[in-house]
């Protein structure tokens, strides 16, 4: 599985953004899709992830409202809109995929065993807020 993530760039707090994942070598609508973020000299946070159909989607507190998740298995991509950015935001984002909804929630709750990962990972795109 090959995930490429894009659409970041350098952002005013306030302004808005669409991050999309692209996948090659596989059907994406096998897979539960999530965004992850590693900000400059921090951990890698979970912030949210959408069902394999699309009909289920969960975030993180710290981006819930500002955030929506969507996907279109037809096109074989998972989109990630974010809103009212804010320097806080500043991060690499990452697409992942994984077969596991429950597993990615948990990692986004911060309630999973360090031992588990997802299954694949995207490489990153990053978004630059400005204050």
């Known amino acids: 599985v090959q995930l490429q993530a894009s659409g970041g760039g350098l952002v005013q707090a306030g302004g808005s953004l669409t991050l999309s994942c692209a996948a090659s070598r596989v059907s994406l609508e096998n897979y539960v899709m999530s965004w992850f973020r590693q900000a400059p000299g921090k951990g890698r946070e979970g912030v949210s992830c959408?069902?394999?159909?699309?009909?289920?989607?969960y975030y993180s507190d710290s981006v819930k409202g500002r955030f929506t998740v969507s996907r279109d298995n037809a096109k074989n991509t998972v989109f990630l809109q974010i809103h009212s950015l804010e320097p806080e935001d500043t991060a690499t984002y990452y697409c992942v995929a994984d077969k596991n909804y429950y597993l990615l929630k948990a990692l986004i709750d911060g309630v999973a065993p360090e031992s588990m990962s997802p299954e694949h990972w995207g490489q990153g795109t990053l978004v630059t807020v400005s204050s």
């Open positions: 959408i069902s394999s159909s699309g009909d289920r989607s």
